[in-house]
């Protein structure tokens, strides 16, 4: 079944607009678990219990606060609606950039763009982002929430992948990674030749979530009344010789080749 469209919209940058539908291109497959009572096995649900008294109060009778240190600054649904961007349907490209100044931290979601009127402005589009390869910088509101993204080509088709803002990306200068002039020219050598020796093809079938997959089969198995015998942590010695590591890696790379 082919995926339906999740919202509508008008592209905009310069004079032109183009009619577009946002498709999905993820979908969410991770597992998901209810809480169970130990002693009876079925499902439980969670309440709001208010703090001070100890008493249960319904979801309805709560509302919202903002809590910093022992300030507590409780904030009415009409408010926090007020500070909601305007409603719109409009995607602003504001300009393009080149590819290489955006790396792989400012990107969160991807969505493909279809044509929704008029397919010859949506075809320009595609032709345009394919020939150029620039990225388009755009703004837009969707569900009550305002988005900064990237509008890029993929194999010829237009694709708008969300960003994440300022305020979320940390730069390097927030960690205490620092430079380490201490490598040896032996052991860099062997690291470059093992780099070389592991490249390969990116493919996407051997990357599997391997935890949900665990999870199912253990799910069946128990299902099935079978005994599940969890297997046992394997310890992992960490390396104290660096470069007698990258031999034995070498050599194992070589034997498998």
Request: aromatic share 8%; proline share 4%.
């Amino acid at each position: 079944m082919s995926a339906r469209a999740m919202w509508k919209g008008v592209l905009k940058f310069g004079g032109v607009e183009v009619g577009v539908k946002l498709y999905s291109a993820l979908e969410n497959k991770s597992v998901s678990f209810r809480l169970l009572s130990r002693e009876h096995r079925e499902p439980v649900r969670q309440v709001l219990l208010d703090q001070e008294s100890g008493d249960f109060i319904q979801y309805g009778a709560a509302g919202r606060g903002f809590v910093q240190g022992d300030a507590i600054v409780a904030l009415s649904g009409d408010e926090l609606a007020s500070l909601e961007p305007e409603p719109s349907r409009v995607i602003e490209v504001r300009s393009f950039v080149a590819p290489e100044l955006l790396d792989a931290r400012w990107f969160e979601r991807p969505y493909w763009l279809g044509p929704d009127s008029g397919e010859e402005g949506w075809h320009a589009l595609a032709a345009a982002l394919e020939r150029t390869q620039k990225v388009g910088l755009a703004r837009w509101v969707m569900r009550k929430k305002e988005y900064v993204g990237g509008l890029r080509s993929y194999r010829g088709y237009p694709m708008l992948v969300t960003m994440r803002n300022r305020e979320e990306v940390l730069l390097l200068d927030a960690t205490d990674l620092r430079d380490d002039t201490g490598v040896k020219e032996r052991e860099l050598a062997m690291a470059a030749q093992l780099i070389a020796m592991m490249e390969g093809r990116f493919e996407p079938g051997s990357y599997a979530d391997e935890y949900r997959e665990r999870v199912l089969d253990l799910v069946e198995r128990k299902k099935r009344g079978k005994t599940v015998k969890l297997p046992e942590p394997e310890e992992v010695a960490p390396v104290t010789d660096l470069a007698a590591a990258l031999e034995r890696s070498l050599a194992q790379e070589e034997a498998r080749a």
